[in-house]
């Protein structure tokens, strides 16, 4: 007499779930994120992408207009998933100075991110071709962290922990200081990304700076 199968091996009847258009969303977006940074935006095929997803490429146009609004959707959801990782809330039981730079450690964590640094390697390199996607990466990435670091300020303006005027401004200069020199190193000459405990020395190194100044006793500027 036949056995007959236990619950475990019987093979569930009907249609395999169906994947819902945001699964399919995060899984193409994960794959133009590591296709844009190897192979360029140029050489990224929507049909290979479309493929690896294991979707059709009419669902893939469906999904995203278009490789431009593909890539745009890719960094908006790479940069939103690394500014919410971004604590800028102050510590109001320590010393102003400590709490910048903790608050510049959390801005060059998003700024100096491997993957962030090579978007932005790429993206330069087809400005020129593709004049859109240099507009884009600066707002969902550069104006994007600076807003938020400027929102920080303010807030130390209101509790009367600093003094300044033009909020937006300074933070633009104190974003310039904490990275722009190892972003154009690693960009422009390959240089290796700076560590945690550079970037830490930096952070303190920058705040000193911007709170104290660097005048000398009886200088003149």
């Not at 490789?67 to 604590?87: G, H, P, T, Y």
């Not at 510049?104 to 790429?122: K, T």
């Not at 300020?153 to 009367?160: A, E, F, G, P, S």
């Given at each position: 007499m036949a056995q007959t199968k236990s619950s475990s091996e019987v093979r569930p009847r009907g249609r395999p779930p169906v994947r819902s258009d945001e699964?399919?969303?995060?899984?193409?977006?994960?794959?133009?994120?590591?296709?844009?940074a190897v192979d360029g935006y140029a050489a990224t095929s929507t049909e290979e992408l479309?493929?690896?997803?294991?979707i059709?490429?009419?669902?893939?146009?469906?999904?995203?207009?278009?490789?431009?609004?593909?890539?745009?959707?890719?960094?908006?959801?790479?940069?939103?998933?690394?500014?919410?990782?971004?604590?800028?809330?102050?510590?109001?039981?320590a010393d102003i100075e400590t709490n910048l730079a903790a608050v510049?450690?959390?801005?060059?964590?998003?700024?100096?991110?491997?993957?962030?640094?090579?978007?932005?390697?790429?993206v330069l390199q087809q400005?020129?071709?593709?004049?859109?996607?240099?507009?884009?990466?600066?707002?969902d990435g550069i104006a994007r962290t600076a807003?938020?670091?400027?929102?920080?300020?303010?807030?130390?303006?209101?509790?009367?922990?600093?003094?300044?005027g033009n909020v937006d401004e300074a933070a633009g200069m104190m974003i310039g200081m904490m990275v722009s020199a190892p972003q154009r190193a690693a960009i422009y000459a390959s240089v290796t990304l700076p560590s945690r405990k550079e970037i830490e020395r930096r952070a303190k190194a920058?705040?000193?700076i911007l709170l104290d100044g660097c005048r000398a006793s009886g200088g003149r500027l």
């Open positions: 699964e399919t969303k995060r899984i193409v977006l994960e794959a133009a994120r590591h296709a844009f479309a493929r690896g997803a294991g059709s490429t009419k669902t893939l146009y469906r999904l995203f207009p278009g490789k431009a609004a593909l890539f745009e959707a890719m960094c908006a959801d790479r940069l939103e998933r690394l500014l919410s990782d971004v604590n800028l809330q102050a510590n109001n039981q510049l450690v959390a801005c060059a964590d998003l700024a100096l991110d491997p993957e962030v640094v090579a978007l932005q390697r790429m400005s020129a071709t593709f004049p859109d996607l240099a507009a884009n990466f600066y707002r807003a938020a670091l400027a929102g920080w300020l303010r807030d130390q303006v209101r509790k009367k922990r600093l003094a300044l920058c705040a000193a």
